[in-house]
């Protein structure tokens, strides 16, 4: 008696039959790393919610975004943190050319040039008073079509401090068109737009709140998508590569990867998925505990995302991992 003749166990006895039959890996290209860019602070202050990872000064950014693209990351995502003396209801501060985002990038473009892809958050609640992606209206609700109208003026002064792409992440309606508009008009037809196409609201956003030293007042739920649907993100996709979008996006990750695999096998155009703040913070604090094993959960993490179809990861271990790749030690 011989059985069974299948034995799918075979692929998996050495170490090097299951690196020959992985159906997918992880390469640093596919890595994109967010750095957040802060006014007012002399060193590189720690954000407690996040452990490991910084907000930088105009210095530090530069010191560590260089050692990043040494790594071999694929790009750099920015974000700014305004004092909050620079904090309107409006967020105009973001479209000031000497804010602190458009400084950062400028920083970035003149130290790496066309080295890596330097990558920009255009929405407005790190500026905002009222920590909203978005202007409000008289009842204090977000005002979608407002709110365009300054995402224009954001985007046209981030592509002038020298991002290669813009990362609209508000969920505004027709954000993606206007700011398409908008470049084009502004001589930027080549500033590309990687689309926060499928973003739901969500409680792992919570430590992004400290990294930016945003108080939110309310909550999201009016334009961020609902975590109950999933057949929305298709249309979402559809609106966005009907605007332009040149890269979509689904966000969070490993709560939305049912989101993701949908959105890989529908779109002519590169995906990516954003492993966020909470996704961070949960397999820190569960290693920092002895619970986990950190790094394989990483590991495991983004291999997940690339298997249910991103081509592009954005995550805090952007850097670490790849280092890990390049250096054999994955
Ligand atoms: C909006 C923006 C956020 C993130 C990326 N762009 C925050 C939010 O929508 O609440 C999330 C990043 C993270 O949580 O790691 N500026």
Redesign the pocket.
Known sequence: MTFPHVRPRRLRTTPAVRRLVAEVSVEPRQLVL?MFVRDGIDAPLPISSMPGVVQHTPDSLRAAAEEAVREGVGGI?L?GVPDDADKDAEGSASWNPDGVLNRGLRALRDDLGDATVIMA?T????FTSHGH?GVLDGAGRVDNDATLERYALMGVAQADAGAHML?P??MMDGQIGVLRSALDAAGHQDVSLFA?TA?YA?P??????E??G?S?QGD?RTY?QDSANRRESLRELELDLAEGADIVMV??AMSYLDVLADVAAASPVPVGA???????AMITAAAQNGWIDRDAAIRESLLSIRRAGADIVLT?WAAEAAGWLKRGTW
């Open positions: 967010p995502m974000f958050d929405c407005l609640d790190e992606c990362g992440s508000g926060y973003k969500s792992f956003y919570g430590p992004f709140r990294a930016v945003s939110l999201r961020q966000k969070p954003y492993q966020i703040s909470g996704e961070y805090y």
